[in-house]
């Protein structure tokens, strides 16, 4: 829990456990100083003021050093209670036993504790022995072993009680942290993801509309009327400014990535679908490659990723045939909703081998990233006859 939000009593407690050396000691001072005052008001000797300053003086470390402390207070203890205890009996600093004690089960090691645990146990032999100093009947020394006894056993179990909090303690706060850095490396993830997708639709537009630049462009250089040049013209820059639309929704994305959440494919604006691959088709006719398409869709529509997919799978293949597969290449397009795939074949006659060795690039691998997100393939080889095959199969749910 945040300071911030704690009550005034855990930032107490908080801000004394950061300086536990000072308040232990503090304590220690504390205990010794009413020990001296009544050390004076008994007129107590010298031996009685030494053993209270031997006692409480290890507590000064007692969260520090706890096994270092419960060592002290036992030795002193047993010095105690086997030179003076049988004449003085207890002392006012015999106080320091239980606090020792807890200390070393809540801060101490494993070792400490059971030490602890022990030290309580022959101080309550010890005090049972030789107290009351008066002669008196043994249930009278059993009552005094069992209350120091009682007295060292609560301030044990109270520190193992403590240490296992502690413990849980930490426990979350570790599990807190792996959390968070789990989110932070879903997040970066996430936006390497992003940037994935960008980069793919980026490569798809750009790559697609400057082939068909390029062949109209060609076109209209070796046309031998005006007319045909003025209608290369015409579709190139009819390509020109579809490519810029597209690329700038593209690239909005990085600017209003809350308002494309929900959306397919993480885009805001409406995307491409198969139902926009008639219009594709007359765009690649119009610049000069013969191509057939063949739609069989779903009645209710696919579902918006990946119609996507599928339209950039056949804009990307239909690229590749423009660029590679010769100017006197015609293409067939495919799109079959089966009962199991979605089938996308975009076949050509052109240069097929050539054409196929060229799928290496980053085309292809778009091409891998979409279908593979749907559990599909992607294959692109030669035909037998000549020309090349670009296949893609997305498993479908019905």
């Known amino acids: 829990m945040a ?39 008994t007129r107590a000797g010298a031996g009685y003021l030494t053993l209270s300053l031997l006692l409480l003086a290890p507590l000064a470390v007692r969260r520090v050093r706890p096994e270092l402390c419960l060592v002290a207070v036992a030795a002193v203890t047993l010095v105690q209670w ?14 320091a036993v239980p606090i020792a004690v807890h200390a070393a089960a809540a801060y101490g090691r494993v070792w400490a504790g059971r030490a602890g645990l022990a030290v309580v146990l022959v101080e309550a032999v010890l005090a049972g022995v030789m107290l009351p100093l008066l002669p008196s009947p043994a249930w009278a020394h059993l009552l005094v072993g069992a209350f120091f006894a009682s007295s060292g056993l609560a301030a044990w179990a109270i520190g193992s009680l403590q240490r296992v909090r502690r413990r849980q303690v930490d426990a979350l706060a570790e599990q807190a942290r792996l959390l968070e850095i789990e989110r932070d490396q879903q997040a970066r993830l996430a936006v390497l993801g992003e940037r994935t997708r960008i980069a793919r639709e980026i490569h798809d537009v ?61 885009f805001a604006a409406h995307q491409a679908g198969v139902d926009d691959l008639p219009g594709l088709v007359e765009r690649i006719r119009a610049g000069g490659l013969a191509v057939r398409l063949t739609l069989d869709l779903p009645p209710a529509g696919m579902e918006p990723g990946l119609s996507l997919a599928a339209y950039r799978i056949v804009q990307e293949g239909l690229t590749n045939v423009m660029k590679h597969a010769g100017s006197d290449a015609c293409a067939e397009v495919a799109v079959r909703w089966g009962r199991r795939l979605l089938e996308i074949d975009v076949l050509d006659n052109g240069r097929g081998p050539a054409f196929a060795s060229s799928g290496a690039g980053y085309g292809l691998a778009g091409m891998r990233e979409r279908v593979g997100a749907y559990g599909g393939t992607v294959t692109l080889a030669a035909r037998p006859g000549g020309g090349a095959a670009l296949r893609a199969r997305i498993p479908v749910l019905r």
Request: hydrophobic share 55%; aromatic share 2%; glycine share 12%.
């Open 206 to 266: 750009v790559g697609h509309s400057l082939a068909v630049v390029i062949a109209q462009a060609d076109g209209g250089r070796y046309a031998a009327t005006a007319e045909a040049a003025a209608a290369a013209l015409v579709a190139i820059g009819e390509h020109a400014r579809r490519a810029l639309s597209e690329t700038r929704r593209a690239l909005g994305v990085l600017r209003d990535g809350d308002e494309s959440a929900g959306r397919p494919d993480g």
């Open 3 to 41: 300071l911030v939000d704690a009550t005034p009593g855990e930032r107490l407690v908080a801000w004394l456990r950061a300086r536990a050396l000072a308040v232990d000691c503090a304590m220690a001072i504390g205990l010794a100083a009413a020990c001296a005052v009544v050390g004076l008001m």
């Open 82 to 95: 086997l030179t003076v205890g049988g004449s003085s009996g207890a002392l006012p600093a015999d106080v």
